[in-house]
């Protein structure tokens, strides 16, 4: 009698050197994959935190992924990216299993599960860049921070929410939501003082930061500056289920917004990239 067939296992397949597959240790700080770099591999996290950034040809630099335990990166070179379009670095201690483009698209093609995991993956992940996008164009920076320290802290997932590790200091949330470190600086105080988080090193997150954002509770908005106000954003009219109404509306705002709080906006290519300037 013949044996029944071993069920694949994604998690075991990415754990195991093979054809194609190579674990890697990376000590905190040190570069993973660099911008301008060929895109040949994808890269999968056993253990450890990665983040990822882009630098501008203005020498800008911003945080765009922040990557945890059993996350892909680097997966762009599956749709024809030739070279990176930034900078993988680790930012503590990591094991990175790296799969060449060939061999991962030979296991997608294989292996039903695996690719059920990839995909996964890849929704969750398109998922929470919208989010992002949408909190972006229509949030101001203190819910922007108030937002990515909840997801940060992972509320809303199974077990208690964690504090967030002294790697990912004020710099770094500031490249991540689009402001200065001075403001994330003053936000941060903010919310320690009406009892939202604990900072001491590391920050811990209180339930009633998730509260405040939820039912848009007054004192995360009420020491704002002007300029970053303006009832521009918070206009129930501008909300992204109206499309045509939002158009008009920030056009009658933002005429009357330039004359008294000079360069407010910043708008690239029409409001779908409108970014709110601190």
């Known amino acids: 009698m013949k044996s029944a067939k071993r069920q ?38 056993q253990s450890g935190k990665v983040k990822v950034t882009v630098v501008s040809e203005q020498g800008k630099e911003a945080v765009v992924g922040m990557l945890e335990t059993a996350q892909f990166f680097g997966e762009g070179c599956l749709n024809g990216q030739a070279v990176r379009v930034g900078t993988a670095r680790a930012m503590e201690e990591c094991v990175i299993t790296s799969i060449t483009r060939k061999a991962m698209l030979a296991a997608l093609r294989k292996e039903p599960r695996f690719s059920e995991l990839f995909m996964t993956y890849l929704v969750t992940r398109s998922n929470r860049i919208e989010e992002d996008l949408i909190d972006q164009l229509f949030n101001s920076s203190e819910k922007r921070l108030a937002r990515l320290l909840l997801l940060l802290a992972n509320f809303g997932k199974d077990g208690k929410p964690t504090p967030i590790d002294a790697s ?74 109206s499309g045509h109404r939002v158009l008009c509306k920030y056009r009658q705002i933002r005429q009357r917004v330039v004359k008294t709080a000079g360069h407010l906006f910043h708008i690239r290519d029409g409001i779908t990239t409108l970014a709110v300037r601190d």
């Open 8 to 45: 694949f296992d994604p998690h075991a397949f990415l754990a195991k050197v093979g054809a194609g597959k190579t674990i890697l240790k990376y000590r905190r700080g040190r570069i993973i994959y660099a911008q301008g770099e060929e895109a040949d591999r994808i890269f999968y996290i």
């Open 168 to 241: 990912i200091n004020q710099a770094t949330l500031a490249e991540m939501i689009g402001t200065t470190r001075s403001r994330v600086s003053f936000f941060l105080n903010k919310f320690r003082k009406l009892g939202l988080i604990s900072y001491n090193g590391k920050i811990e997150v209180h339930p009633s930061l998730l509260n405040a954002v939820l039912y848009e509770k007054p004192q995360l908005d009420r020491d704002e500056k002007p300029t970053e106000r303006v009832g521009l954003l918070r206009d129930k009219a501008l909300r992204p289920a």
